[in-house]
C-alpha cells in the first residue's frame, strides 16, 4: 500500500484516500463487496432528493457543507464502476461483441433530473460563503459539471455491470451515447490532484474529491444521453468498461459463476469462541530482583522518531470520500494527539537506526550480544525475521536466539520479559528492539489514520555489576479474553482492504480491564527498598502505552490514577504500538521530566487482548542523545 506522498507545497497527501481502488484480491464474494460498498458509500451520501430537504429545513451552515453531500453523492451513484472498471470511450461499430471481459453501464433514466440539479445549483448559490469564497465557487464548477450530468437513476444499480452480449439481448436496454468524444478532453493528473493548495483545509479535500469525480466523465457532458442500445449507431461513441486489474476480471467471474452440478457447498466452520474462562489460580508479576539469580541492567535505551510530520489539519486535508465530518480540533478532542509523526524510510530503515544508537551509546560490538528480540506487529518480512535480518546488518556473526516477538502494545513488557529470561542463560547483552510502521497499513480507515504513527525505540539489556540491584524490578504480561476484545485491532482486514482496522468500543474494553487489573496487583506488592506504602506509592512516573490520551486518562481516573503522574507524548508522535513506551520514555528525559534516576511503572494493552507492564529504574544517562 503506497502509505503518503509529499506535495510540491511541502504538504502531506494520502492518495488512497481520494482514490477508491479496492483491493479484490482480499474480496471473495458479492455480500463482502456489498457490504464494502454500503458501508464506505450508501451510508455516507445522502440522494439528490435528500439534498434539497436539508436545504430546505436549513441543516447547510455554509457552501461547503452542500458540496460535501454533492460530492458524496457523486461518488456514491460512481460506488460500482469507480471502484471496479476503467471507463473507455469507444465507436459503437468498434466494441467487441462477445468478449466476457467488457462490459457496458445499464441505466435506468432519471426524469425530471435537470430540474432536480437546479434546485440543488440553486440552493447552494443561497447560502452563505465561508472563509474563502473564491475557493468554493471555484471548486463548484468542477464539481456541478460532473453532479448534473447524471442521466440515471443511481438507487438500485448492478453491482456487476452486464458484458456487451449481455446488454444487447434486450434491444431496449439504455445506455450512455456521447454524442462525440474529444481524446484529448481535460483531465487531471495524478500530480495535479495532489499538488492541491487550499487555504482551508476542508476546501482542499473536497477540491481533490471534485477532480477525481471529474475525471469518471472524460467527455462533453452537455451532450450525453441516455438512449436505448438497439438505437446506437456504428459512429456513437459509448462508454465501455474494463476491469481494472486481473483481481477484478477474477472476482467478478467466481462471484457470478453458477456451482458445478452436485457440488457441495463448503460446510459452516465448526468453530465458535467459547466463553472466556478465569484462570485456574491468577499469574503474580515476577519479581526480579528475587526471582533471577542474573539481574538485569538497562546499559542504554534509543529513539528514532518519524522524519515526516501530519498534523490533524493534515488529516483533514485529506479526508477521504468515507470519513463522516470531522474537525481537527474534534480528532485532539477524541484521541489527545495533535500530531503523529511518519517515516518516509523503511521499517527496516528505522528499526536498524534505533538499534546502531542504542549499542553505540552502550559501547557494545556485536561480539558481545547475546540475543536480539524485535517486538512489532507491523513487519511485513516473517522470513527473514527482522530480528536475524538485523544481526546481518549489525555483524553479529552468532548470537544465542533471535526472533520477532509479536505482543503489539504489549511489547516493551513482553520483550524485557523474554531479555530476562535469556540473560539468565546466556549472561550477556540483550538487544531488544520495538519498532512499527503504520504509516502504509492503515490506509482511508479513519479511526486508525488518527492515531497511529511510526517509531523504534531499542534498549541493550545488559548484566548487573556484583552487588548491584536489578534495574528492571518487577514484570509482568498477559493474554486473553472476550474473542470481541482480542479481535478489536486486527490486520489485514479483507473488509477494510486489507488496512488495519481499529473497533474502539472493544479496544476501551480490554484496556480498562487489564488497567484496573495491573493497578491492583501493584497495590498488593510491597514498597521497595524498606519504604513506607505501597509499590505503586512508590512510583515517581507512570509512562502508560501511548494509545489514546483521552481514552487512557478517563481509564486512569476510574482506576484512581491521578492525571498529574502520567506521562505523554501522543500529542506530538502519536500510537507506535510496541514503539510507544520507550519512546515516551526516551521523550521524558528530552523533556526534562526525567531529570534523575526514577521508578517507571510502565503499562501497555493493546491488540490481540495483550498487556503486561514493567517496574523499572530509569537513569536519564541510559537514554542516547536523539
Not at 462525440?180 to 493528473?189: G, H, I, V, W
Not at 491492583?520 to 509499590?535: F, I, N
Not at 500510537?575 to 534516576?597: F, K, M, Q, Y
Request: proline share 7%.
Amino acid at each position: 500500500m503506497q502509505q503518503f506522498e509529499v506535495n510540491r507545497h511541502g504538504q502531506i497527501v494520502f492518495p488512497c484516500n481520494f482514490f477508491p481502488d479496492l483491493d479484490f484480491s482480499t474480496i471473495t464474494s458479492l455480500e463482502q463487496l456489498d457490504s464494502i460498498i454500503r458501508r464506505d458509500f450508501d451510508t455516507k451520501a445522502p440522494t439528490v432528493s435528500e439534498i434539497i430537504a436539508r436545504s430546505e429545513r436549513g441543516a447547510y451552515r455554509s457552501k461547503t457543507d452542500i458540496m460535501r453531500d454533492m460530492a458524496l453523492n457523486v461518488y456514491w451513484a460512481n460506488r460500482f464502476i469507480i471502484t471496479m472498471f476503467e471507463k473507455r470511450p469507444m465507436r459503437w461499430g468498434d466494441v467487441p461483441r462477445t468478449r466476457d471481459d467488457l462490459y457496458m453501464p445499464a441505466l435506468t433514466p432519471w426524469p425530471g433530473s435537470e430540474a432536480r440539479a437546479a434546485e440543488v445549483e440553486t440552493a447552494f448559490r443561497a447560502l452563505p460563503s465561508g472563509s474563502d469564497a473564491a475557493a468554493e465557487d471555484r471548486i463548484f464548477d468542477v464539481l456541478f459539471d460532473v453532479f448534473a450530468a447524471r442521466k440515471n437513476i443511481a438507487t438500485d444499480l448492478p453491482t456487476v455491470q452486464p458484458t456487451v452480449a449481455e446488454l444487447l439481448t434486450d434491444p431496449g436496454n439504455m445506455t450512455l451515447r456521447l454524442g462525440s468524444y474529444d481524446p484529448d478532453f481535460r483531465r487531471y493528473s495524478y500530480d495535479e490532484i495532489l499538488d492541491v493548495s487550499e487555504d482551508v483545509a476542508e476546501l482542499e479535500a473536497l477540491h481533490r474529491w471534485a477532480m477525481v469525480l471529474h475525471n469518471q466523465q472524460p467527455w462533453d457532458r452537455t451532450q450525453a444521453e441516455l438512449v436505448a442500445v438497439g438505437d446506437l449507431k456504428d459512429d456513437d461513441y459509448v462508454v465501455v468498461l474494463h476491469p481494472r486489474d486481473r483481481h477484478v476480471q477474477r472476482f467478478i467471474a467466481k462471484a457470478l459463476a453458477e456451482p458445478a452440478p452436485g457440488t457441495l457447498l463448503a460446510p459452516a466452520s465448526p468453530y465458535s469462541a467459547q466463553e472466556p474462562v478465569a484462570p485456574a489460580r491468577p499469574f503474580p508479576p515476577i519479581d526480579v530482583r528475587r526471582d533471577f539469580a542474573v539481574q538485569p541492567r538497562i546499559e542504554a535505551l534509543s529513539a528514532v522518531h518519524g522524519d515526516t510530520v501530519c498534523t490533524n489539519e493534515d488529516l483533514i486535508r485529506n479526508s477521504a470520500y468515507s470519513w463522516s465530518p470531522m474537525t481537527a480540533d474534534e480528532i485532539s478532542a477524541k484521541t489527545g494527539i495533535e500530531q503523529r509523526r511518519y517515516t518516509s524510510g523503511s521499517f527496516e530503515e528505522l528499526a536498524l537506526k534505533a538499534a546502531k544508537s542504542a549499542l553505540a551509546h552502550a559501547n557494545r560490538g556485536p561480539e558481545e550480544i547475546g540475543g536480539v528480540i524485535v517486538c512489532t506487529c507491523t513487519s511485513s518480512r516473517p522470513i527473514p525475521s527482522l530480528a536475524t535480518w538485523l544481526c546481518g546488518e549489525l555483524g553479529i556473526g552468532q548470537t544465542h536466539a533471535a526472533y520477532d516477538l509479536v505482543a503489539a502494545c504489549a511489547g516493551l513488557p513482553y520483550g524485557l520479559s523474554e531479555a530476562t529470561r535469556i540473560l539468565q542463560q546466556v549472561q550477556r547483552p540483550v538487544l531488544v528492539v520495538c519498532v512499527e510502521k503504520f504509516s502504509d497499513k492503515v490506509g482511508n480507515v479513519r479511526p486508525s489514520r488518527m492515531i497511529f504513527g511510526d517509531g523504534a525505540a531499542a534498549i541493550v539489556v545488559g548484566v548487573a555489576p556484583e552487588g548491584t540491584e536489578a534495574d528492571i524490578e518487577y514484570l509482568q504480561t498477559f493474554a486473553g479474553g472476550p474473542a470481541s476484545e482480542i479481535n478489536s485491532i486486527i490486520w489485514p482486514n479483507p473488509d477494510f482492504d486489507n488496512a488495519i482496522t481499529v473497533y474502539g468500543p472493544e479496544v476501551k474494553s480490554l484496556a480498562g480491564r487489564y488497567l484496573g487489573q495491573m493497578l491492583d496487583e501493584l497495590k498488593e506488592l510491597p514498597a521497595p527498598d524498606g519504604r513506607q506504602g505501597t509499590l505503586l506509592d512508590n512510583i515517581d512516573v507512570v509512562v502508560p502505552h501511548q494509545a489514546n490520551k483521552t481514552m487512557v486518562l478517563e481509564l486512569a481516573a476510574a482506576s484512581g490514577l491521578a492525571a498529574d503522574r502520567l506521562y505523554f507524548n501522543i500529542d506530538k508522535v502519536g500510537n507506535a504500538s510496541s514503539a510507544s513506551i520507550p519512546l515516551a520514555v526516551a521523550d521524558a528525559v528530552r523533556d526534562g521530566v526525567i531529570t534523575e534516576p526514577v521508578r517507571v511503572f510502565a503499562p501497555g494493552f493493546g491488540a490481540g487482548a495483550v498487556a503486561g507492564f514493567s517496574v523499572m529504574r530509569i537513569d536519564p544517562a541510559v537514554v542516547a542523545p536523539a
